[in-house]
T-cell receptor, first 113, second 116 residues
């Protein structure tokens, strides 16, 4: 199994809503990542979890809150988002933190209205 | 700090023609280098990567890339384009030190169009 599964595939939320994006992998990978991709732009790193601990936060606003409940799961909690946060959110995982391939999920297309 | 530049946001080739997608990086030390492909409304799939060793790297779907340190380049090539190669291609770098994670920094992307 070389899949990273993201749910939901599409999400529309209002600016006052609270929602969560979920990511799951069963490859035994110990590093997991959230990336944000705006239309016609490259992905931008948001967060890195290494061995279930947050190791990197790329100055992401607090309305985005990551959580890693266990080594297979990664969540991104969303609250009070703005329309400009609409984007494709990509989850990725890798076996380690150096010199290993990152596997990406298919993403969650988020629209904030 | 690292950066990646992909020359040409759009490249159009005829089916059967050579594909050449250009990537140059800027880094104080040679980083790890990757090429990813993204089809519409999909995630990213790794085509190939360079970490150490042989500078000519072969990947999936007939793609290959050559790491040229003197030119700080990692251009992607394929001898003969197929219609199914039409997609967005991203060159990416990550630092080659421990605990960096796959902190990928992506280039701006190149959209490859293949004409019949």
């Amino acid at each position: 199994d070389t899949e990273v599964t993201q749910t939901p595939k599409h999400l529309v939320m209002g600016m006052t809503n609270k929602k969560s994006l979920k990511c799951e992998q069963h490859m035994g990978h110990r590093a997991m990542y959230w990336y944000k991709q705006k239309a016609k732009k490259p992905p931008e790193l948001m967060f890195v979890y290494s061995y279930e601990k947050l190791s990197i936060n790329e100055s992401v606003p607090s309305r985005f809150s990551p959580e890693c409940p266990n080594s297979s799961l990664l969540n991104l909690h969303l609250h009070a988002l703005q329309p400009e946060d609409s984007a494709l959110y990509l989850c990725a995982s890798s076996q380690g933190t150096v010199n290993t391939e990152a596997f990406f999920g298919q993403g969650t297309r988020l629209t904030v209205v | 700090a690292q950066s990646v530049t992909q020359l040409g946001s759009h490249v159009s080739v005829s089916e059967g023609a050579l594909v050449l997608l250009r990537c140059n990086y800027s880094s104080s030390v040679p980083p790890y280098l990757f090429w990813y492909v993204q089809y519409p409304n999909q995630g990213l799939q790794l085509l190939l990567k360079y970490t150490t060793g042989a500078t000519l790297v072969k990947g999936i779907n007939g793609f290959e890339a050559e790491f040229k340190k003197s030119e700080t380049s990692f251009h992607l090539t394929k001898p003969s384009a197929h219609m199914s190669d039409a997609a967005e291609y991203f060159c990416a770098v990550s630092p080659n030190y421990n605990n960096a994670g796959n902190m990928l920094t992506f280039g701006g992307g190149t959209r490859l169009m293949v004409k019949p």
